[in-house]
């Protein structure tokens, strides 16, 4: 093999992104060479912080309405575990957040006394959606009764300027139990243009 | 499509802007466009190609692992390809850093040692890229947190040899040559003006100018205390793409404008996004401060 296609810093490389990924397991490299302004500890935090909190971050930014019904708390929590569960393998990001809906349904189920998760999945099922189909007829199948939870959680989004960080859940119209008591009919949502504008309708 | 050339200070494009920009069509004279946005077939590309009747774009891809330790990744290569002869941009443009190794990726931009051997082993993976696409790569210089024992040679010198092996041509984030120089206890401008001695107008097609943020260091307990906007004790920056451009990087734009002439720029917000309007508002603010 032509060593010009070996990485001459192929193992350093590999250390780096083991640090990185091993989160609050923080230590310094050999071969760093750091400022007074940043010692190698401060450093490799950076790189975790920006590993962590960009995932969470770009997630969120994909499922914005998900994140308002279960709080900032809870959703730092199940964002840091999907990433320990399921670290991104694919350069593209929107690959990585189109397989969260499945994950926090997965999680619900192997949780069920924790209702919350399955009723995000489904909110998360509709964000996806809604936030990544650019084009006229796309269909989405998805339970009427959380494209009811989301339409109301999205409207309560756009009136409050600013959010309760503790998570629209603990309203008592919008609390997951109330999603949960019986079986909901399926509905399909269909995109259409307007005025250079998507939106969706459901069929 | 129209095929003017980007010129002026314009605006990264954000697909949440998408309405705004559609139905006002705003004066930003131009938008650069995030290449990986583009690459699942979501009908992204058809908000693109309406964007396109009406202003010049480029493209910038963040996922392209350029200085990674694996092969380039043939699949997101081609589709990048694809991205780019479909949306006819002036250009498009990666970052000169490594983003993934194994089955890891990172999503973060990580920096690598400045070494003859390096040179070695990104020259035949620029000329893959080029030949797929068909015209010079422009790669990004970043911002990072800690150098290399190893490095051979500084950056806009290994730089500058890059560009003379492959043909390859640099986009400057201003930003972050402002935020390594500033962590690393160096002057900006005495950077730039090595930079401006390495590396000839002609190799530089874009500008990037964004905002970092200050991070204070208890140096006696060691706990991070966070961010704040006092910049004035002991700490450090971090590159955030997430705040107002600042003085001190309007001032290297000047600079640069100066040195080079006036290279096609715009404001990059990836983090802390704003409505468009007052995106827009900033961008308008900096043309009237380089101008003045």
Redesign the interface.
């Known amino acids: 093999m032509n060593s010009k296609l070996i990485s001459p810093l192929a193992l350093e490389q590999q250390q780096m992104s083991e640090q990185i990924y091993a989160g609050a397991k923080s230590g310094s490299l050999e071969g760093w060479c750091c400022s007074a302004r940043i010692p190698e500890s401060v450093a490799l935090g950076i790189y975790q912080r920006n590993l962590h909190g960009g995932v969470a971050q770009h997630l969120q930014a994909h499922f914005p309405v998900m994140v308002a019904y279960i709080g900032v708390q809870a959703y730092q929590f199940i964002s840091a575990q999907y990433l320990n569960a399921s670290p991104p393998d694919q350069p593209i990001f929107t690959i990585y957040a189109a397989h969260f809906p499945a994950f926090l349904l997965e999680y619900g189920e192997e949780n069920p006394q924790q209702l919350i998760w399955s009723v995000a999945a489904q909110l998360a099922q509709i964000d996806f959606f809604h936030l990544n189909t650019f084009c006229e007829n796309q269909r989405a199948v998805v339970e009427a009764r959380a494209y009811q939870l989301w339409i109301s959680a999205k409207s309560f989004m756009e009136q409050s300027e600013s959010l309760n960080n503790q998570g629209l859940y603990r309203q008592l119209d919008l609390h997951p139990e109330r999603y949960h008591e019986q079986e909901s009919e399926l509905i399909t949502l269909v995109t259409f243009w307007d005025n250079e504008e998507l939106f969706f309708r459901v069929e | 499509m129209t095929d003017l050339h980007p010129a002026g200070i314009g605006l990264g494009f954000r697909?949440q802007h998408a309405?705004t920009i559609?139905?006002e069509k705003p004066a930003t004279p131009w938008f650069e466009l995030i290449a990986?946005?583009l690459?699942?077939s979501?009908?992204?590309q058809?908000?693109i190609d309406?964007v396109r009747e009406h202003y010049p774009v480029a493209l910038h891809a963040?996922?392209?692992?350029i200085?990674?330790?694996d092969?380039i990744?043939t699949d997101?290569l081609a589709a990048l390809t694809s991205v780019y002869q479909q949306t006819e941009p002036a250009w498009l443009s990666d970052h000169l850093c490594?983003?993934?190794?194994?089955?890891?990726?990172?999503?973060?931009l990580?920096p690598?040692?400045f070494?003859e051997?390096?040179l070695?082993?990104l020259?035949?993976r620029i000329d893959q890229v080029q030949q797929s696409l068909k015209r010079p790569l422009v790669l990004e210089n970043i911002s990072y947190?800690?150098?290399?024992?190893?490095?051979e040679m500084g950056e806009w010198d290994f730089t500058a040899q890059l560009m003379t092996r492959t043909g390859c041509q640099m986009l400057l984030d201003l930003n972050n040559l402002w935020t390594n120089a500033?962590?690393?206890?160096l002057d900006p401008e005495a950077e730039l003006t090595t930079l401006s001695r390495l590396i000839k107008s002609d190799d530089i097609v874009q500008i990037h100018v964004a905002g970092s943020k200050f991070h204070p260091?208890d140096d006696d307990n060691?706990i991070?205390r966070g961010s704040d906007h006092n910049n004035t004790g002991?700490?450090?920056w971090?590159d955030t793409h997430g705040e107002q451009v600042p003085p001190e990087v309007c001032k290297l734009l000047k600079a640069t404008y100066a040195a080079y002439g006036d290279i096609p720029t715009i404001i990059e917000r990836d983090?802390n996004i704003p409505s468009f309007d007052e995106l827009e508002s900033e961008r308008q603010q900096l043309v009237e401060t380089v101008n003045e």
Do not use: I
């Not at chain 2, 963040?62 to 692992?65: A, E, Q, R, S, Y």
């Not at chain 2, 490594?98 to 973060?108: I, L, N, Y």
């Open positions: 697909f309405n559609l139905q990986d946005d690459l699942l979501s009908g992204r058809l908000v309406k963040v996922g392209l692992n200085a990674g330790p092969p990744d997101y490594w983003s993934a190794s194994g089955q890891r990726q990172h999503f973060d990580l690598f040692a070494t051997a390096m070695d082993y020259s035949p947190y800690q150098r290399f024992k190893q490095d500033t962590n690393f206890d260091y060691g991070d002991k700490g450090y971090v983090n």
